[in-house]
Protein backbone atom coordinates (compact mmCIF):
# COMPACT_ATOMS: atom_id res chain seq x y z
CA UNK A 1 0.00 0.00 0.00
CA UNK A 2 1.04 3.16 -0.73
CA UNK A 3 -0.15 6.42 0.58
CA UNK A 4 -0.87 10.14 -1.12
CA UNK A 5 -1.81 13.18 -0.24
CA UNK A 6 -3.85 15.45 -2.42
CA UNK A 7 -4.06 18.80 -2.39
CA UNK A 8 -7.79 20.55 -3.06
CA UNK A 9 -9.57 23.91 -3.35
CA UNK A 10 -13.69 24.10 -3.19
CA UNK A 11 -16.44 26.81 -3.26
CA UNK A 12 -18.41 25.78 0.04
CA UNK A 13 -21.84 27.23 -0.91
CA UNK A 14 -23.59 24.34 -2.19
CA UNK A 15 -22.33 21.51 0.67
CA UNK A 16 -23.13 21.11 4.30
CA UNK A 17 -19.44 21.38 5.04
CA UNK A 18 -16.63 19.22 4.06
CA UNK A 19 -16.28 15.84 6.02
CA UNK A 20 -18.65 12.83 4.91
CA UNK A 21 -22.09 13.18 6.53
CA UNK A 22 -24.69 10.33 6.27
CA UNK A 23 -27.33 11.77 3.88
CA UNK A 24 -25.88 15.22 2.88
CA UNK A 25 -23.70 16.35 -0.18
CA UNK A 26 -19.93 17.19 1.30
CA UNK A 27 -16.90 17.83 -0.11
CA UNK A 28 -14.93 14.93 1.06
CA UNK A 29 -17.93 12.77 -0.10
CA UNK A 30 -17.29 14.14 -3.64
CA UNK A 31 -13.52 13.22 -3.64
CA UNK A 32 -14.12 10.15 -2.35
CA UNK A 33 -16.76 9.14 -5.07
CA UNK A 34 -14.13 10.64 -7.85
CA UNK A 35 -11.19 8.74 -6.62
CA UNK A 36 -13.38 5.31 -6.10
CA UNK A 37 -14.59 5.72 -9.63
CA UNK A 38 -11.14 6.25 -11.13
CA UNK A 39 -9.73 3.85 -9.12
CA UNK A 40 -12.09 1.46 -9.56
CA UNK A 41 -12.07 -0.12 -5.67
CA UNK A 42 -13.32 1.91 -2.87
CA UNK A 43 -11.57 4.95 -1.46
CA UNK A 44 -11.79 6.85 1.65
CA UNK A 45 -9.43 10.09 2.47
CA UNK A 46 -8.68 11.50 5.53
CA UNK A 47 -8.65 15.13 5.42
CA UNK A 48 -6.21 17.68 7.09
CA UNK A 49 -8.81 20.27 8.14
CA UNK A 50 -12.97 20.16 8.27
CA UNK A 51 -14.31 23.31 7.13
CA UNK A 52 -18.19 24.15 8.26
CA UNK A 53 -21.24 24.54 5.65
CA UNK A 54 -20.54 27.02 3.10
CA UNK A 55 -16.84 27.68 3.89
CA UNK A 56 -14.51 27.63 1.08
CA UNK A 57 -11.10 26.47 1.11
CA UNK A 58 -8.00 28.01 -1.68
CA UNK A 59 -5.83 25.12 0.04
CA UNK A 60 -6.95 21.78 1.80
CA UNK A 61 -5.40 18.34 1.98
CA UNK A 62 -6.55 14.49 2.50
CA UNK A 63 -4.61 11.26 2.32
CA UNK A 64 -5.68 7.78 1.49
CA UNK A 65 -4.05 4.78 0.62
CA UNK A 66 -4.02 2.37 -2.42
CA UNK A 67 -2.50 -0.50 -3.59
CA UNK A 68 -2.59 0.06 -7.35
CA UNK A 69 -0.84 2.40 -9.08
CA UNK A 70 -2.14 5.36 -9.70
CA UNK A 71 -3.38 6.88 -13.36
CA UNK A 72 -0.38 8.45 -15.35
CA UNK A 73 -2.94 11.73 -15.63
CA UNK A 74 -4.84 11.41 -12.10
CA UNK A 75 -5.17 15.22 -11.57
CA UNK A 76 -6.73 15.77 -15.11
CA UNK A 77 -8.95 12.48 -14.13
CA UNK A 78 -10.04 13.31 -11.09
CA UNK A 79 -10.99 16.92 -12.22
CA UNK A 80 -12.79 15.59 -14.82
CA UNK A 81 -15.14 13.66 -12.65
CA UNK A 82 -15.38 16.15 -10.02
CA UNK A 83 -18.13 19.06 -10.46
CA UNK A 84 -17.40 22.67 -11.27
CA UNK A 85 -16.98 23.42 -7.05
CA UNK A 86 -14.40 21.37 -6.18
CA UNK A 87 -10.86 21.15 -7.74
CA UNK A 88 -7.39 18.92 -7.44
CA UNK A 89 -4.31 21.27 -7.15
CA UNK A 90 -2.04 18.52 -6.63
CA UNK A 91 -0.44 14.51 -5.95
CA UNK A 92 1.80 13.83 -3.77
CA UNK A 93 3.43 10.99 -2.39
CA UNK A 94 4.28 10.76 0.59
CA UNK A 95 5.87 8.57 3.41
CA UNK A 96 3.24 5.52 4.91
CA UNK A 97 2.76 7.59 8.21
CA UNK A 98 2.12 10.47 7.39
CA UNK A 99 -1.05 11.81 8.41
CA UNK A 100 -2.82 14.91 6.43
CA UNK A 101 -4.29 16.28 9.56
CA UNK A 102 -1.75 15.33 12.36
CA UNK A 103 1.23 16.30 10.13
CA UNK A 104 0.07 19.68 9.57
CA UNK A 105 1.82 22.00 11.44
CA UNK A 106 -0.26 25.37 10.37
CA UNK A 107 -3.44 26.65 8.92
CA UNK A 108 -3.92 29.97 7.90
CA UNK A 109 -7.98 31.84 7.18
CA UNK A 110 -9.58 34.64 5.74
CA UNK A 111 -12.84 36.15 6.57
CA UNK A 112 -14.23 38.46 4.26
CA UNK A 113 -17.09 40.84 4.60
CA UNK A 114 -18.16 43.88 2.15
CA UNK A 115 -20.08 46.79 3.13
CA UNK A 116 -21.73 47.70 -0.37
CA UNK A 117 -24.21 45.38 -2.60
CA UNK A 118 -22.16 42.78 -4.53
CA UNK A 119 -24.27 40.29 -6.09
CA UNK A 120 -20.77 39.05 -6.90
CA UNK A 121 -19.86 38.37 -3.22
CA UNK A 122 -23.20 36.26 -2.23
CA UNK A 123 -21.18 33.43 -1.84
CA UNK A 124 -17.95 34.42 -0.71
CA UNK A 125 -17.98 37.10 2.13
CA UNK A 126 -20.88 38.73 4.69
CA UNK A 127 -22.49 41.75 4.15
CA UNK A 128 -22.06 44.19 6.71
CA UNK A 129 -23.21 47.46 5.79
CA UNK A 130 -22.49 49.22 9.26
CA UNK A 131 -19.94 52.07 10.05
CA UNK A 132 -16.83 50.29 11.84
CA UNK A 133 -13.60 51.75 13.61
CA UNK A 134 -10.33 49.73 11.59
CA UNK A 135 -8.67 51.08 14.92
CA UNK A 136 -10.79 49.34 17.64
CA UNK A 137 -10.46 46.01 15.16
CA UNK A 138 -6.75 46.14 15.26
CA UNK A 139 -6.49 46.71 18.36
CA UNK A 140 -8.82 43.91 19.03
CA UNK A 141 -7.10 41.78 16.79
CA UNK A 142 -3.73 42.63 18.29
CA UNK A 143 -5.09 41.72 21.71
CA UNK A 144 -5.87 38.21 20.34
CA UNK A 145 -2.14 37.65 20.13
CA UNK A 146 -1.39 37.53 23.84
CA UNK A 147 -3.49 34.58 24.45
CA UNK A 148 -2.77 31.13 24.12
CA UNK A 149 -6.10 29.58 25.66
CA UNK A 150 -9.04 30.25 23.13
CA UNK A 151 -12.02 28.19 24.92
CA UNK A 152 -14.33 31.38 24.46
CA UNK A 153 -14.02 30.74 20.77
CA UNK A 154 -14.90 27.12 20.38
CA UNK A 155 -18.50 25.64 19.98
CA UNK A 156 -19.74 23.11 22.34
CA UNK A 157 -19.85 19.10 21.33
CA UNK A 158 -16.24 19.11 20.44
CA UNK A 159 -13.81 16.29 21.98
CA UNK A 160 -10.72 18.18 21.55
CA UNK A 161 -7.79 17.46 24.85
CA UNK A 162 -6.55 21.13 24.99
CA UNK A 163 -8.06 24.98 24.07
CA UNK A 164 -4.83 26.13 23.64
CA UNK A 165 -3.83 27.76 20.45
CA UNK A 166 -0.45 29.46 19.03
CA UNK A 167 -1.92 32.74 17.01
CA UNK A 168 0.76 33.49 14.68
CA UNK A 169 -1.01 36.49 12.72
CA UNK A 170 -3.81 38.42 13.41
CA UNK A 171 -5.01 41.43 11.39
CA UNK A 172 -7.46 43.21 9.84
CA UNK A 173 -7.17 44.57 5.96
CA UNK A 174 -9.09 46.55 4.15
CA UNK A 175 -8.75 46.10 0.29
CA UNK A 176 -10.86 46.80 -2.78
CA UNK A 177 -13.64 47.92 -0.58
CA UNK A 178 -13.70 44.39 1.24
CA UNK A 179 -12.69 44.25 4.93
CA UNK A 180 -10.68 40.94 5.64
CA UNK A 181 -9.42 39.53 8.78
CA UNK A 182 -6.29 37.21 8.52
CA UNK A 183 -5.67 34.92 11.23
CA UNK A 184 -2.73 31.82 11.47
CA UNK A 185 -1.66 29.17 14.09
CA UNK A 186 -0.87 26.06 14.78
CA UNK A 187 -4.85 24.94 15.09
CA UNK A 188 -7.84 26.27 15.52
CA UNK A 189 -10.84 25.27 17.52
CA UNK A 190 -14.44 24.17 15.80
CA UNK A 191 -16.15 27.54 15.17
CA UNK A 192 -13.19 29.77 16.10
CA UNK A 193 -12.43 32.12 13.31
CA UNK A 194 -16.35 32.95 13.23
CA UNK A 195 -16.38 33.12 16.73
CA UNK A 196 -13.16 35.92 16.91
CA UNK A 197 -14.18 37.81 13.75
CA UNK A 198 -18.50 37.86 15.58
CA UNK A 199 -17.02 39.26 18.36
CA UNK A 200 -14.81 41.62 17.42
CA UNK A 201 -17.55 42.81 15.02
CA UNK A 202 -18.67 44.15 18.35
CA UNK A 203 -16.03 45.72 19.42
CA UNK A 204 -15.72 47.99 15.87
CA UNK A 205 -18.99 48.61 16.28
CA UNK A 206 -18.56 49.77 19.97
CA UNK A 207 -21.03 47.71 21.62
CA UNK A 208 -18.35 45.98 22.94
CA UNK A 209 -15.40 47.28 24.68
CA UNK A 210 -11.80 46.19 25.00
CA UNK A 211 -12.17 45.72 28.18
CA UNK A 212 -15.19 43.51 28.24
CA UNK A 213 -13.27 41.46 24.89
CA UNK A 214 -10.38 40.92 27.30
CA UNK A 215 -12.91 39.77 29.73
CA UNK A 216 -14.67 37.41 27.25
CA UNK A 217 -11.63 35.99 26.02
CA UNK A 218 -10.76 35.18 29.72
CA UNK A 219 -13.67 33.77 30.92
CA UNK A 220 -13.29 30.83 29.18
CA UNK A 221 -17.17 30.31 28.51
CA UNK A 222 -18.36 30.42 24.72
CA UNK A 223 -21.74 32.21 25.38
CA UNK A 224 -19.32 35.25 25.86
CA UNK A 225 -18.58 35.27 22.06
CA UNK A 226 -20.52 35.69 18.95
CA UNK A 227 -20.34 32.90 16.23
CA UNK A 228 -23.18 34.58 14.09
CA UNK A 229 -21.41 35.26 10.87
CA UNK A 230 -21.95 33.17 8.46
CA UNK A 231 -19.87 30.53 6.88
CA UNK A 232 -18.90 31.57 3.36
CA UNK A 233 -17.31 34.77 4.70
CA UNK A 234 -14.67 32.07 5.93
CA UNK A 235 -12.33 30.41 3.59
CA UNK A 236 -9.04 28.31 4.49
CA UNK A 237 -6.69 30.01 2.68
CA UNK A 238 -3.24 27.32 3.59
CA UNK A 239 -2.42 24.18 5.07
CA UNK A 240 0.89 24.18 6.28
CA UNK A 241 3.59 21.56 6.49
CA UNK A 242 7.44 21.03 7.01
CA UNK A 243 9.50 22.00 4.37
CA UNK A 244 9.75 18.81 1.83
CA UNK A 245 7.41 16.40 3.60
CA UNK A 246 5.03 16.62 0.68
CA UNK A 247 8.15 16.99 -2.23
CA UNK A 248 7.29 16.98 -6.16
CA UNK A 249 3.48 17.21 -6.43
CA UNK A 250 3.49 14.40 -9.12
CA UNK A 251 0.52 15.58 -10.44
CA UNK A 252 1.44 17.99 -12.85
Known amino acids: MARYFIEVTYMGARFSGFQVQENALTVQSEIDRA ?7 T ?9 DAGV ?7 HFDTGKELHPQFMYKMNAILPPDVAVKGVYAVA ?11 RAYEYTLYSFKDPFMRDRGYYYPYTISMELLQEAAAAVMEYTDFSTF ?19 E ?24 GTM ?44 VLGKNIGR
Not at 44 to 50: F, H, P, Q
Not at 56 to 62: D, G, M, T, V
Not at 156 to 172: F, G, H, L, M, P
Request: proline content about 1%; glycine content about 8%.
Open 56 to 62: HARQNFL
Open 96 to 106: DDLHSRFAAIG
Open 201 to 244: LRVGRGKLTMAEFRAAVESRDCTQADFAVPGHGLCLMQVMYAEG
Open 35 to 41: ISLLMRE
Open 43 to 51: VETTGSSRT
Open 174 to 197: QEEGRLVYHVSANRFLRGMVRGLV
Open 154 to 172: SKRNTQVKTYNCAIKESYW
